[in-house]
């Protein structure tokens, strides 16, 4: 077994042969690896080192400016790692970038993985210096004249396709192709990336985060390709590509299925009260906003999705004639269509009202929620809202979630998992809108609590009446008609009071 020396690495120096590459391979199939990994430096080549971890072998040149990737033991032998540290070399004193230098190592490792020979690799990899050699393009030119590289179809994609995205499916869909960004693969020529590469980076993506975020990446990928190779071909360097094979053949085993979670109320009413007495965790000054807190209560006593929910304006609050004390909450169909759908298009969105009964705003009013401002649930900087990644934040510092920090750091959470330690099972805000029409079907209130979610009727009319009603309330005993506001009314209240029952006995067991 390979032990590993302070710092974490093991180390053994000496004049490397195949043989250690073959026990490099012998430690990872036996899972033979104690601490980070195992290190084997040449003497026989200044900075040459088989770095040897629990997945992979790989060939780095170390010197004091920075280390250098050569490639990984499967690709290259002994012999053909030298060649390529003395090319580097090589290739830094002419003034080469370190981009230009990882492409040319790049196709060396895969053609002599083909079992070309090391003296025609060479020929085929690295270029020699010449006196006529164009000097390097720049970022804008290569750009406009081509041939990309790899994160310029990613920054050209996305400036694209940004625009048309709502909301935050605009900052997800980012997140997802900018996960392929990785030092290496960032710097490739688009025209050089082939299967290998893609199901590298899908795996990279897996192992790093999820199988999901994987899939969402693949996703991002083959839509970036395929508009470049619709319109932008002969830049992008897909000119003698005849049919995008990354569609058929870049794939993932994943599938999301059906989230069926249903918490109960009582863990529903426990998750507020945690989150009324741990405001702060993780070791920081920071606190959940009162914007927040009470934008995670509101969800619970409401069940409406938290996308419309956050953005719900002061604005757009009214008064009920009919029922003093209460509140009709309202969304626009714009601001329904944005929670409707990751991408705001597949569902066709309604304006919607929904009255708040005295006794929930008493509640919103108890925990802090703002009284001024534009909205009902503003966030922190001033003139903004707060938001529904916001509040799955906020839940994932309750569920003990760790946190990437500034400069490589991380932000623990010391107090753990909260919610698992008080016997409530993980829960999302979306959750709630099954809990909501479970509980009133059980209350013989089946309909109401269809209403309360905004399930469209099966004989719904258009929008557009509804629409100039709500902007206007030309009528306000038609508009409460045409939103079903009464029984609405009467779903509320008995939601309501079951949720502020089950608070206070919460309240009364954790004070306990």
Known sequence: MAVAERGGYGRERTKLTQAHVKRAKGLIASDGLEGRGFDFVDTACQGLVLRVTRRSGTWLLKRRTGTVTLGDMDSLPVASARVAAEEVRSAERRGLTKRAIAQELDVFSRVTARGIGTEQALDIAFTKPHPDDPVEMSDDERRRRGPWEWHD?????????????????????????????????????????????????????????????????????????????????????????????????????????????????????????????????????????????????????????ATALTGTLRATVRDWPERPGWKIWTWTAAEMKGAGHANGLKKRARPHALPMPPEALAALDRVGAPREGVYLFPSRVPGKRTTAVGMTQAMDRLKGKKKAARKGGVTLRPEDDLLTTHGIRHWTPHDVRRTLPTYLDMERLGGAGSAILAHARAKAKGGADEERELAQAITLKHYIHSQRLELKAEGMQVWVTAILEAVDQERARLGA
């Open 153 to 305: 179809l990613v920054d050209l994609f996305l400036e694209m396709k940004l625009p048309t995205l709502k909301g935050r499916w605009r900052v997800q869909y980012e997140r997802h192709l900018r996960r392929t960004l990785d030092d290496e693969f960032a710097w490739k020529m688009v025209q050089l990336v082939d299967l290998e590469d893609l199901v590298k980076m899908r795996d990279r993506v897996a192992r790093k985060h999820t199988l999901s975020a994987a899939a969402d990446s693949v996703e991002a990928v083959k839509a970036a390709l395929d508009w470049a190779w619709r319109h932008h071909a002969p830049r992008a360097g897909l000119t003698e590509v005849e049919f995008p094979w990354w569609r058929e053949r870049l794939t993932v085993e994943y599938s999301s299925g059906t989230r069926d979670h249903t918490p109960t109320i009582e863990e529903l009413a426990r998750t507020l009260v945690l989150a009324e007495r741990f405001k702060a965790l993780g070791g920081t000054a920071k606190q959940t906003g009162a914007g927040m807190l009470a934008a995670l209560w509101a969800v619970v006593l409401t069940g409406q999705r």
